[in-house]
């Protein structure tokens, strides 16, 4: 079955700097890679998304990219604002096959004003 | 707000009792799951369910039941068996499954 690891586990950047996750997935028939943000006591919630078909998706601040020769995908976030602090998961899925979605482990970003 | 309510939020039981954790959707998704949450262990799969009257294991089901009667509604109950039953439980709706999932405010059940 699919497997995802991430890294690092936890981050930490001054305000205004750039955070970087970086995600592995085993499968490689996973298309569709979302990533989710918990805010501290709050649920996940979709921030984006990026299918297999496209390398990189960006919205505003954030940006994803996908290398599915190495079976890798990033997150990044720029001009980072404390706000953004708060745990992010990457997951992995096979949309065509409704293949239930599988979770990182989480990387807790920590934004230091 | 999402459209997933689960209750209640907070919920104590003493060991050995078998607990009901509500999930409701009115989102008219076919797909619902729950997740166990752990501090350093992300999002683990409990159960899924595609369709009404199904349901599926997902990667720590022993200790849990579910059911899917209705579409709207995919109750978990935490049974005497579960050994560490203390946790955070995200209950989840999609469309179909693997795709765009949305998320209910959790439940925080403690057993003591």
């Known amino acids: 079955g699919e497997n995802v690891e991430q890294h690092p586990s936890t981050l930490s950047v001054q305000e205004g700097d750039s955070a970087v996750i970086k995600c592995t997935y085993s499968?490689?028939?996973?298309?569709?890679f979302p990533w989710y943000k918990q805010e501290l006591g709050k649920r996940p919630q979709l921030i984006i998304d990026?299918?297999?078909?496209?390398g990189e998706k960006k919205d505003q601040r954030i940006a994803v990219t996908l290398n599915k020769t190495a079976k890798h995908f990033s997150l990044h976030i720029t001009e980072t604002q404390p706000e953004d602090s708060a745990v992010y998961f990457c997951?992995?899925?096979?949309?065509?096959?409704?293949?239930?979605?599988?979770f990182g482990p989480g990387t807790s970003l920590s934004v230091i004003p | 707000d999402g459209g997933i309510t689960q209750s209640p939020k907070y919920l104590f039981r003493k060991e050995g009792q078998n607990v009901t954790l509500s999930c409701e959707q009115n989102?008219?998704?076919?797909?619902m799951y729950w997740y166990r949450q752990d501090p350093g262990q992300g999002l683990r799969l409990i159960y899924y369910?595609?369709?009404?009257?199904?349901?599926q294991k997902g990667d720590i089901a022993e200790g849990y039941s579910v059911s899917r009667e209705k579409k709207e509604s995919f109750p978990l109950t935490v049974t005497s068996a579960q050994k560490n039953p203390t946790a955070f439980y995200l209950c989840?709706?999609?469309?179909?499954?693997?795709?765009?999932?949305?998320f209910g405010q959790g439940t925080r059940l403690t057993v003591v």
């Open positions: 989840a709706s999609s469309i179909i499954v693997g795709t765009e999932a949305f």
């Open positions: 499968d490689s028939a996973s298309n569709y």
């Open positions: 990026i299918r297999s078909n496209v």
């Open positions: 997951a992995a899925s096979n949309i065509d096959l409704r293949d239930k979605v599988i």
């Open positions: 989102l008219n998704h076919d797909a």
């Open positions: 369910s595609q369709i009404v009257n199904d349901f």
